[in-house]
């Protein structure tokens, strides 16, 4: 195959991942879901464009002038949705979370509020949002180049995780990877290194992690570490090295030792490989849709389609427990 022949077959499936997660995701009940200040164009189209393709009932919250102006330069209709006024953008995650908390809504999206604003309201005693797990972000990807969706995490809420803290991490990861679809995801913990290092803290936090799967502490999924990327995601990196994994070369979730680690992953394959990059918070009471002022529409409705599928997926679990 010649090299422009590559590039079209690339370009053609080329973010056909979340192509097919909105599709599906349309044809299920549209949730219930609270716009948390979407104050710019940018926020206020993607919930708009979210509604119309049928995944979310959006609640706007935030000031009805800004609103409605934002509104008017993105050339939005948004006369028939519900608009909850609030005078700045702390009432607006105050009572964000007030709808989640009281169940008007299943989920929050992120508007043109800090998110440092947003989280700390959720994770507050007050909020009522939390439960017994910490809250983690998620990247969901969607790169090119891959067969799957691939999943990162800590890149948006855990700056330098300990070890208790990366077992709700990648817990909240499986969680999501089930949600999606996948009832037994591979997940590669990463560190520089293939080979357990004293010196390497993550190499050690990995090799506890894989043990406390084997004992049941974290369940739902296949864990290998320590694992350096090359040899999580590509099989011939990991049969050169002869590692002998079930996850090696085919992770679907990559836990980095750190946010800056997951984060920069995330971006240098959203810049250098043409990936899309959707964000999910979970561990809360409701899954929180978090976007940046960069992304994209499509990466926009992505997001909000997982946050769709997380929320039929709390409830599903919600009503077996209800049964038993």
């Given at each position: 195959m010649d090299q422009k022949t590559q590039i079209r077959s690339v370009e053609h499936v080329k973010h056909d991942k979340y192509h097919r997660l909105i599709a599906y995701c349309a044809n299920l009940p549209d949730e219930p879901c609270a716009v948390v200040h979407p104050c710019d164009s940018a926020s206020l189209t993607g919930a708009v464009r979210a509604a119309e393709v049928g995944l979310i009932q959006p609640i706007l919250v935030g000031p009805r002038a800004r609103i409605e102006a934002a509104a008017r330069d993105a050339r939005l209709d948004i006369s028939r949705m519900e608009l909850i006024d609030t005078p700045h953008s702390q009432a607006s995650v105050e009572m964000g979370a007030r709808l989640a908390r009281e169940g008007r809504v299943s989920m929050l999206m992120k508007g043109s509020v800090y998110t440092n604003e947003l989280l700390s309201e959720v994770v507050s005693r007050d909020a009522g949002l939390r439960t017994d797990r910490r809250i983690s972000h998620c990247f969901v990807m969607d790169v090119p180049l891959l067969d799957r969706a691939l999943i990162i995490t800590d890149g948006g809420v855990n700056i330098f995780p300990t070890l208790a803290e990366k077992v709700d991490i990648v817990q909240n990861a499986i969680f999501l990877a089930h949600a999606l679809g996948n009832p037994q995801p591979k997940v590669a913990i990463l560190s520089a290194t293939e080979s357990v290092n004293p010196k390497i803290q993550s190499t050690l936090d990995a090799a506890a992690?894989?043990?406390?799967?084997?004992?049941?502490?974290?369940?739902?999924?296949?864990?290998?570490?320590?694992?350096?990327?090359?040899?999580?995601?590509?099989?011939?990196?990991?049969?050169?090295?002869?590692?002998?994994?079930?996850?090696?070369?085919?992770?679907?979730?990559?836990?980095?030792?750190?946010?800056?680690?997951?984060?920069?992953?995330?971006?240098?394959?959203?810049?250098?490989?043409?990936?899309?990059?959707?964000?999910?918070?979970?561990?809360?009471?409701?899954?929180?849709?978090?976007?940046?002022?960069?992304?994209?529409?499509?990466?926009?409705?992505?997001?909000?389609?997982?946050?769709?599928?997380?929320?039929n997926h709390q409830a599903r679990r919600a009503q077996r427990k209800g049964q038993r």
């Open positions: 992690l894989c043990k406390m799967a084997d004992r049941g502490q974290i369940t739902g999924a296949l864990l290998d570490g320590p694992l350096a990327l090359d040899n999580a995601v590509n099989l011939a990196a990991a049969q050169i090295k002869q590692i002998q994994s079930p996850v090696a070369g085919w992770a679907d979730i990559l836990v980095a030792p750190h946010l800056e680690a997951a984060n920069m992953l995330a971006k240098s394959l959203s810049y250098l490989a043409e990936a899309e990059a959707a964000g999910i918070v979970l561990g809360a009471r409701v899954p929180i849709v978090l976007t940046s002022r960069g992304d994209s529409l499509e990466t926009r409705l992505a997001s909000a389609a997982i946050a769709v599928l997380l929320a």
